[in-house]
């Protein structure tokens, strides 16, 4: 008799561990870790203040450089590494650079090459931006057509675009072709005057 008691308690404890040990992934993937949720917050502040950036450029500009910092230190720590980490990080720094950053746009541009290697096939679109923000800030054609200005008249614009790239490069990121790019929003025949050059 004792010895059925103690299968029983045995099978039961058995059962109890078993139904632990297959939650414990659903909970580890539930949590969200300390990077992703600081890179989240970034974001999230990004997306609240950037749509009224024009009215306070120095908000931006100070948003900017925090973003920057927390990129820079969570990079030195080892600590980006998944794919929408790496890409948060790649969003974050292409709208953190300034003429005065652009080495931010070097590094964006490689995290976004890394979040593809690790499976965010979207981050094609941010490699672009970041080698065209680029090349605005040298004032020079962009490659893929990705940033925009409005004029003295308010229209909206593309900076110049370099017509060496070539369609299949461009879609290659995730982009239209360059005819498409054209006829969804002009594309500009020369740079506008510096001060419009949008940072």
Avoid: K
């Amino acid at each position: 008799m004792r010895r059925w008691i103690a299968l029983i308690i045995f099978a039961a404890i058995g059962c109890l561990l078993n139904a632990c040990i297959e939650r414990v992934p659903d909970q580890t993937m539930q949590r969200e870790s300390p990077v992703t949720a600081e890179l989240r917050a970034l974001v999230d502040e990004d997306n609240a203040l950037r749509p009224n950036a024009l009215s306070d450029p120095v908000a931006l500009a100070r948003l900017g450089e925090r973003q920057r910092e927390a990129i820079y230190r969570l990079l030195a720590a080892g600590l980006i590494s998944q794919a929408d980490d790496l890409y948060r990080s790649a969003r974050l720094l292409i709208g953190a650079a300034s003429a005065e950053h652009t080495d931010a746009l070097t590094l964006a541009e490689y995290l976004a090459r890394e979040a593809i290697t690790e499976g965010a096939d979207t981050a094609g679109i941010l490699v672009a931006r970041a080698v065209d923000r680029r090349a605005i800030f040298a004032r020079l054609p962009q490659p893929y057509g990705t940033q925009f200005f409005t004029d003295a008249d308010g229209v909206r614009l593309r900076y110049p675009i370099d017509t060496s790239i070539s369609d299949s490069e461009r879609v290659a990121l995730g982009l239209d072709s360059l005819s498409a790019l054209a006829a969804q929003v002009p594309v500009a025949l020369s740079f506008p005057p510096s001060e419009q050059v949008r940072q």
